[in-house]
């Protein structure tokens, strides 16, 4: 029983259009993130968000925005995508002051 | 079943010396790849280490060095002659193969503090 679940698991769709990742976890709300996998394996983070404060790394392009619709979810909005968005996305989340973190299984994205 | 299970949520180590972080793993998969990552404070995910599972040989980068034991399902971390500058979470991770999807999974990490 996966405690962050993203969907959908690959994402094939082309140049310009809009799409969605979902996350959502069931561990009570905390901090959540949303990292970006490169080729190198490196992964970026690119958002992380409290349910007070939303962090987002200076160096993503504003085409990308973290969407909350309640506590449980933390969605990724990517509009006019690009070739250069094809990466694994993950969701994560941290549980309160604890050190252990839990990871969606990554989303494929792959711009056409 | 957890597909990745780390039982050390935080490890101290004094500085110069060696470190062990255990990871252990579950997969049905014949073919698939061991990861393992760094995350200092800044919160990127930073790769150190990259093991597969037809690999023979133990993978080795710089300091650190996977142990991978095929049989026992472990991937584990050595880090050799620890710097302050390694204290961070330390990830790790599983991508199975096609036949299961290349599935990703992490676990849950372990905090290494090394102390001066």
């Known amino acids: 029983d996966t405690a962050v679940s993203q969907t959908p698991k690959y994402l094939v769709t082309q140049m310009g259009n809009d799409k969605s990742i979902k996350c959502e976890q069931n561990?009570?709300?905390?901090?959540m993130y949303w990292y970006k996998q490169d080729s190198k394996k490196f992964l970026k983070i690119m958002f992380s968000y409290n349910n007070k404060e939303l962090i987002i790394n200076e160096t993503v392009p504003n085409r990308f925005s973290p969407k909350s619709p309640d506590k449980a979810h933390l969605n990724l909005h990517i509009n006019s995508l690009e070739l250069g968005d094809s990466a694994v996305y993950f969701c994560?989340?941290?549980?309160?002051?604890?050190?252990?973190?839990?990871f969606g299984q990554g989303t494929r994205l792959t711009v056409v | 079943a957890q597909k990745i299970t780390q039982t050390q949520p935080g490890m101290f180590v004094q500085e110069k010396e060696a470190v062990t972080l255990d990871c252990t793993y579950d997969?049905?998969?014949?073919?698939?790849?061991l990861f393992w990552y760094k995350q200092p404070s800044s919160g990127e995910m930073i790769f150190l280490i990259y093991q597969g599972s037809y690999d023979e040989q133990n993978a080795t980068e710089g300091r650190y060095s996977l142990n991978f034991q095929k049989a026992r399902k472990s991937a584990n971390l050595v880090i050799s002659a620890s710097q302050l500058g390694d204290s961070a979470m330390y990830f790790c991770?599983?991508?199975?193969?096609?036949?299961?999807?290349?599935?990703?999974?992490f676990g849950t990490g372990t905090s290494l503090t090394v102390i001066p």
């Open positions: 994560a989340k941290k549980v309160g002051q604890g050190v252990e973190a839990f």
């Open positions: 997969t049905s998969d014949q073919s698939y790849g």
């Open positions: 991770a599983m991508r199975e193969g096609p036949n299961t999807g290349n599935q990703f999974y």
């Open positions: 561990l009570g709300h905390d901090t």
